[in-house]
């Protein structure tokens, strides 16, 4: 078994209106030193699997069918593993 970790962020040209929420209220805390704000996901999966290359295929497939949108997402992902 593995262990994904999937970080998925917006593309840097589209708007990112919680990262500007965040910004504000971190602003409105005393941080006036905060230039920028982008918020993003962050997901694990584990996934059965004894090749580490297929296994890597099929989170690549995860993130680009389901887990993001790659029209306005990047995303990266980390294995970690075998793990029991």
């Known amino acids: 078994m593995y ?3 999937v970080y998925i962020t917006l593309k840097p040209t589209v708007n990112d209106p919680q990262g500007l929420t965040i910004k ?3 602003h409105n805390l005393g941080f006036t030193s905060v230039e920028d704000v982008r918020a993003g996901k962050y997901i694990e999966v584990r996934i059965e699997g004894s090749d580490i ?3 890597r ?3 690549d497939e995860m993130c ?3 887990l993001a949108n790659p029209v306005i ?3 990266r992902f980390e294995l ?3 793990i029991s």
């Open 53 to 55: 290359g297929e296994v």
């Open 57 to 59: 295929k099929q989170v």
């Open 73 to 75: 997402e990047n995303y």
């Open 80 to 82: 970690e593993g075998p």
């Open 64 to 66: 680009h069918k389901l």
């Open 24 to 26: 504000g209220a971190l």
């Open 3 to 5: 262990l994904a970790k």
